[in-house]
């Protein structure tokens, strides 16, 4: 009796739940909504997201891997509790999954929040991983935002953290006014700051948005980069991808965001 009691749990313990499901790649778009963003800013973001999905390079690039699918989630997130799943994990097996995706997020609003924490937004999207069933060959969370952290807990903690539960962080830095502050916690050179501090994990990139009508490319080629697998050395380019760095920079401070709001807080910002 005790011998078949020990062969029942070690089946009960060794046989893979029927809800597990086998992907290429579970991929967390972490979507800034603060209120930095203007509304069309938003808007554009949410329609490059949109238009990239229905691009057939995209689900060229998903059906290309060893299991043909991946697992998709679209969360939007502003400060250190705000964090919303507007889309749940969904399973993209097939052309007409990716579009029934890129429809329902069409149909959904787009929140506006305050703050800019990207401590919380890694932090929340890091959890969502292996909540539903699906594992991965791959975790990756593709984080968007025009601005730096200045609310939660610092930036690199977040990311060292989720880098050593073996997720891979990539970035969507938004630079639409360069060189000039429309707000008080805007900086110069957020796409170095989102190289130096938020990004990490094996082949880890940045591809900054300079422009309205580089929304659209710019996820599309993100996107297609993440899914297949491709760091910027696979496509001889920098990590930091178009810019080139042609002298040595100082390593970005990962508190300046907070230190901004620290001194708007105290009245000693000055424009």
Known sequence: ????????????????????????????????????????????????????????EVWKAISSGGEGRIALMYVEWAGQLIQQIVMPWTLIDSPEALETFASRLEKMPISRERMTSLSGAIDFSARQFGTQGFVGKRKVIDVSGDGPNNSGGPVEVARDKAVKEGVVINGLPIILKPNQRSGFFDINNLDKYYTDCVIGGFGSFVIPVRARSEFAPAIRRKLILEIADLSPEDAAEPRLIPTQMSVPEERSDCMIGEKLWRMYIDGRFRE
């Open 1 to 56: 009796m005790v011998a078949l009691l020990a062969a029942v749990v070690t089946f009960g313990t060794a046989a893979p739940s029927r809800a597990q499901q086998a992907v290429d790649l579970e991929l967390v778009l972490a979507v800034d909504v603060s209120w930095s963003m203007d509304l069309d800013e938003q808007q554009l973001q949410r329609e490059g997201y949109i238009s990239a999905l229905r691009d057939p």
